[in-house]
T-cell receptor
């Protein structure tokens, strides 16, 4: 059974304090690992897709990396506007996604 | 409006009533999905559709019915609502043709459903 586990559940950072979020996955044949951002009261917003171990994607202060068993979302010098819940997912049947429970990030000034 | 929309945004109903949540997308995406989001469970797939008249079950389909007569619409019906179906429901869509390298799903704003 495909499984996605995210850690930590919640993370509090000071502005400028870099850190990483973890997503470990168990799938038979990865067909895509996805990162989304979700703000309160809104739908998830796409950030990255990764397919192969060693692959990296960057966007502003965020960088996603992938190994054979896990993915990391690195946040460099975060700002308060980076506060959100970050969701990790793997592609399953068709183009459906199996999501982890998310990491709630709070960045304080 | 361009994009993906859901209606209603908020709904309160009673146990046993039938409720239909609507989802509409303007991109002609072939794939559409319904997820529910609950504290402690994250997003879970209810049903998905690969094209008009093609639907398939996800992780938590019991108590729900879907149809897709037109590409742009994907309604979700709770035939007899139960309290355990109180949740936030998200619709999403994607097309393997328009972004084959990325395959991102575009999510609607969600419908918050409360079953009393």
């Amino acid at each position: 059974e495909d499984q996605v586990t995210q850690s930590p559940e919640a993370l509090r950072l000071q502005e400028g304090e870099s850190s990483s979020l973890n997503c470990s996955y168990t799938v038979s044949g990865l067909r895509g690992l996805f990162w989304y951002r979700q703000d309160p009261g809104k739908g998830p917003e796409f950030l990255f897709t990764l397919y192969s171990a060693g692959e990296e994607k960057e966007k502003e202060r965020l960088k996603a990396t992938l190994t054979k068993k896990e993915s990391f979302l690195h946040i460099t010098a975060p700002k308060p506007e980076d506060s959100a819940t970050y969701l990790c997912a793997v592609r399953i049947s068709g183009y459906a996604l199996n999501f982890g429970k998310g990491t709630s990030l709070l960045v304080t000034p | 409006d361009a994009g993906i929309t859901q209606s209603p945004r908020y709904k309160i109903t009673e146990t046993g009533r039938q409720v239909t949540l609507m989802c509409h997308q303007t991109w002609s995406h072939s794939y559409m999905f319904w997820y529910r989001q609950d504290l402690g469970h994250g997003l879970r797939l209810i049903y998905y559709s690969a094209a008009a008249d093609i639907t398939d079950k996800g992780e938590v389909p019991d108590g729900y019915v879907v149809s897709r007569s037109k590409t742009e619409n994907f309604p979700l019906t709770l035939e007899s609502a139960t309290r355990s179906q109180t949740s936030v429901y998200f619709c999403a869509s994607t097309s393997p043709l328009t972004s084959p390298e990325i395959n991102e799903q575009f999510f609607g704003p969600g419908t918050r459903l409360t079953v009393l």
